[in-house]
């Protein structure tokens, strides 16, 4: 509890121009689009879902960031159309971005990163299951565009590898590629 209270109070006596210039926290509507590939079993496929996502991106440089992106979806998964279950996946996702010459109106970016999906809440067809965890590579593009001094209209769109192996009865039957595009618009706000 003293702990809490110290960086609290640290925080508190940080002068309001640095926090102003360091931090930015956007909120956005994403459209996850799976492109699926499956080793050894073709027509695997995992839908498609729109979700809300968090993200905190700390800026080092007026020109350098680093985003921490923060969301979770449900996806049915399918085997030539039909339902084999859903499944839940968490893959919080790290970039270090490239903010071009910024201006106080529109501010283009590219990042590059790295991201950890964990599966859970898995609910497949008895016998059928995936391996927790998968980490891979991130791409990104995007624009801030100045609404107020500090608040933002974002276009973002990235490219996530994820994988995961699915099993019957322990047995692997093939690796799941699910490397989805995520389309996301949103709302940023500087503090």
């Not at 995992?46 to 080092?60: H, L």
């Not at 979806?73 to 893959?91: Q, Y």
């Not at 970039?95 to 991201?115: L, M």
Request: hydrophobic letters at 45%; a neutral charge.
């Amino acid at each position: 509890m003293k702990k809490s209270l110290l960086v609290l109070a640290l925080v508190a006596a940080l002068p309001t121009s640095a926090l102003a210039e360091n931090w930015m926290m956007r909120v956005r509507a994403i459209d996850i689009v799976p492109d699926v590939k499956s080793s050894g079993l073709a027509g695997l496929d995992v839908s498609d879902e729109v979700v809300p996502e968090v993200d905190f991106t700390y800026f080092v440089t007026p020109n350098i960031g680093m985003e921490l992106i923060l969301g979770t979806a449900r996806h049915e998964v399918t085997l030539n159309g039909a339902s084999l279950g859903k499944l839940n996946h968490l893959p919080p996702t790290l970039t270090v971005q490239y903010h071009f010459n910024p201006t106080p109106t529109i501010k283009p970016y590219v990042g590059a990163g790295v991201n950890y999906t964990r599966f859970y809440n898995v609910d497949l067809a008895p016998g059928l299951s995936v391996g927790k965890n998968s980490f891979g590579g991130a791409l990104q593009a995007g624009v801030d565009i100045a609404v107020t001094k500090n608040g933002y209209i974002n276009l973002d769109v990235k490219k996530i590898w994820i994988d995961t192996d699915v099993k019957s009865s322990g047995v692997k039957l093939t690796n799941l590629e699910i490397n989805p595009v995520v389309w996301g618009i949103g709302y940023g706000f500087r503090f």
